[in-house]
């Protein structure tokens, strides 16, 4: 589990495509700081474990899966990528909580300045869509962000200074892929009030009535 705050931003050293997987070497220096190998490590918002470490890099094994459903695949050596090590329970959460499970790609559709502030529209998936809401949080590549609005294809966010310096987003132009991880919290809720298309037609939605039957009210 991640809080999406970014620690600092690696670069790539290598990336290896097997047949069904893929080798990524790292340079980094923070997260390597009390890593072991078996940690987990996000590198763009996608929870990979070390399998080998030095001083001053680390290795990480890459799925099929993974490949499949993230743009890792389109890292090269000397990609900057954002990092940030799993969260310790004493740790501030001072972003949200990100498991690194990524639900899909989406784009940079539009940069606009707003004051001090960078405001990105992201073109995503309708299925991611249907689980934002303005002032919910969203995860770009690994970065803890609030959502100003949602659209019919996209959303929009807006970053900080220090976000747009300190993180692969400030390197981005229109165009590029971006890693999405949508609420985890928000996924639960919807799945439980039957936002969600199932089989099961024995599922309930949630209600006023439900929640008395059951003991909440």
Known sequence: MFTGIIE????VHALRILPESGHLTLEGKKVLNGTQIGDSIAVNGVCLTVIRLSDREFTVDVMAETLAKTNLAELKAGSR???ERALQLQTRLGGHLVSGHVDGVGSIRRIVPWGIAQVYEINAPA?????MLPKGSIAIDGISLTIIDVETDYFTVSLIPHTFK???????SIGASVNLETDLI?????RFMGLKTTSDKSKQDLS???LAEHGFV
Do not use: C, D, I, P
């Open 8 to 11: 600092e931003l690696g670069t």
């Open 81 to 83: 990528v954002n990092l």
């Open 127 to 131: 299925a991611l869509l249907s689980y």
């Open 166 to 172: 300190e993180t692969t987003l400030g390197l981005k």
């Open 186 to 190: 928000g996924k639960y809720v919807a």
């Open 208 to 210: 006023l009535g439900f």
